[in-house]
């Protein structure tokens, strides 16, 4: 039987591969960015309903949630793998390969998520003992840890289903989905902290009802889908022929991130050298940088789909329009993000070291010592997140995990411990290390970038 897609999906490739690269970059990965900008605001609104407990919740909630960055690293380097594969034949109009890969992908995630849930939930806190957590946060997040690893089944699935709504230019749709979630999230919160005086495993729980909320959706929506996006297990494929396409560009990803949370764990255990709080102040100092960078990630998202069904149409010359354009949003987003929270940040900091006992002032001045060094590296992250959209568009999945392993641990782990062992400065010193590792990720994608770009001319010049 023939495979077809809806009217809607075929006029949206044939947009994606013909409509000036601008225009589509924008309606692509605008809805995108700012969905990934609700995300971080979501994150910071954890954090505030964390320090309305206490600083010490807040420092759990900010170390608990860099281990489990590492663990979902898991499912999201199944979907961007499973992302890059069915974008790449989506482009090239193969319709039958696209519905038996999505149908093999949210098999092979339900199978994974499973098998993290069921080893990690019985072992937590012996898990958290062996990642090095400092005594007092295990005592305090070990509840919470549990809820997020069970939660994580759930955002496997969900993770996979946006990635594939995302490769057939669903992006309003992803940011109207992101709003429901971050409704139902923050009703919960607010209900389990502020009326239910609830601990910081509440605040977990609230994200697992949230999860659960789009899962339930999720399912309805794929049960009723066109064509070859429609999910049916009859069309699941668990055989090498398919499995190891997808693995092959999901592993280094899954590498990439896992490594990368790890290697932030590694930060905020050599950064607690400081005082239990400086770990929750790098915590709340990254979640500021978010503002900035999760407008870059939803502009990576979008923009590496759009190259994988360029590249997959054979359109190479086109993938590196967008990738120029690209570079410029980018980095003006980085421009933009820097003017603003600089003259911003202490009053977020103030915001953050306001709990329900008392004001921190030594909590702020921690937060602004981290994060007026840390935002000296925006612009070369808004650089560096382009070329990773490139690398992703093209598959390079290796190349983007090199980048990032580089960033984590040849620019932050050695530069930080070099600080505190040959100099003797503070908390600062914690928020010098994230400006150098980020500028350096700058400098290290453009020596990537620029083989890769006379490599893509080469394969243009030859079509």
């Known amino acids: 039987m023939a495979v077809f897609v809806s009217k809607k999906d075929e006029s949206f490739?044939?947009?994606?591969?013909?409509?000036?690269?601008?225009?589509?970059?924008?309606?692509?990965?605008?809805?995108?960015?700012l969905y990934?900008?609700?995300?971080?605001?979501?994150?910071?609104?954890?954090?505030?309903?964390?320090?309305?407990?206490?600083?010490?919740?807040?420092s759990a909630v900010s170390c608990l949630s860099q281990i489990t960055l590492m663990i979902t690293a898991i499912g999201s380097g199944l979907a961007v793998g499973g992302c890059i594969k069915v974008s790449e034949a989506y482009g090239r109009g193969d319709y039958d390969t696209v519905r038996t890969r999505v149908a093999t992908l949210y098999g092979m995630v339900v199978l994974v998520g499973l098998l993290v849930v069921a080893t990690l939930v019985p072992f937590a806190e012996g898990f958290l003992r062996l990642l090095q957590t400092p005594q007092d946060l295990i005592a305090e997040g070990t509840g919470y840890f549990r809820v997020e690893i069970l939660s994580l089944v759930v955002t496997f699935f969900n993770t996979v289903y946006i990635a594939i709504e995302r490769s057939r230019g669903h992006a309003k749709k992803i940011l109207y989905l992101n709003l429901m979630i971050i409704l139902v999230k923050l009703v919960l919160s607010a209900l389990f902290v502020y009326v239910l005086k609830a601990g910081v495993a509440m605040i977990a729980a609230a994200t697992?009802?949230?999860?659960?909320?789009?899962?339930?959706?999720?399912?309805y929506s794929m049960s009723r889908d066109e064509g070859a996006f429609r999910f049916s297990i009859r069309n699941l494929r668990l055989r090498k022929d398919t499995t190891l396409p997808i693995l092959n560009l999901a592993y280094p990803v899954s590498a990439e991130k896992m490594l990368f949370a790890a290697g932030k764990v590694i930060t905020n255990s050599m950064s607690g050298v400081y005082g239990g709080l400086t770990v929750g102040a790098l915590g709340i100092s990254n979640n500021i940088g978010g503002l900035t960078t999760g407008w870059h990630a939803g502009m990576l998202d979008g923009a590496s789909a759009l190259i994988s069904q360029n590249r997959?149409?054979?359109?190479?010359?086109?993938?590196?329009?967008?990738?120029?354009?690209?570079?410029?949003?980018?980095?003006?987003?980085?421009?933009?993000g820097l003017a603003l929270v600089a003259t911003t940040l202490p009053w977020l900091a103030e915001v953050f070291a306001r709990s329900e006992e008392a004001y921190d002032p030594e909590f702020?001045?921690?937060?602004?010592?981290?994060?007026?060094?840390?935002?000296?590296?925006?612009?070369?992250?808004?650089?560096n997140s382009a070329t990773l959209a490139l690398l992703l568009g093209y598959g390079y999945t290796k190349l983007t995990l090199l980048l990032n392993v580089a960033r984590v641990f040849v620019f932050r782990v050695p530069v930080l411990w070099a600080f505190q062992n040959f100099t003797s400065l503070g908390a600062e010193a914690v928020g010098m290390t994230m400006m150098i590792s980020n500028v350096c990720a700058g400098l290290s994608a453009l020596a990537v970038a620029i083989p890769v770009v006379c490599r893509i001319h080469r394969m243009s010049d030859l079509k």
């Open 36 to 58: 990934q900008a609700l995300q971080q605001i979501f994150k910071i609104l954890d954090a505030l309903m964390a320090s309305h407990i206490s600083a010490e919740a807040v």
């Open 312 to 336: 997959g149409a054979g359109h190479h010359r086109r993938t590196l329009q967008l990738y120029y354009r690209l570079i410029a949003i980018d980095m003006a987003i980085g421009v933009v």
């Open 364 to 383: 702020c001045q921690m937060i602004i010592s981290i994060h007026q060094w840390e935002m000296l590296g925006y612009i070369t992250l808004g650089f």
């Open 13 to 33: 490739r044939e947009y994606a591969l013909n409509a000036p690269p601008m225009k589509v970059l924008f309606s692509v990965c605008a809805p995108l960015a």
């Open 208 to 219: 697992l009802i949230s999860q659960g909320v789009l899962l339930i959706y999720a399912l």
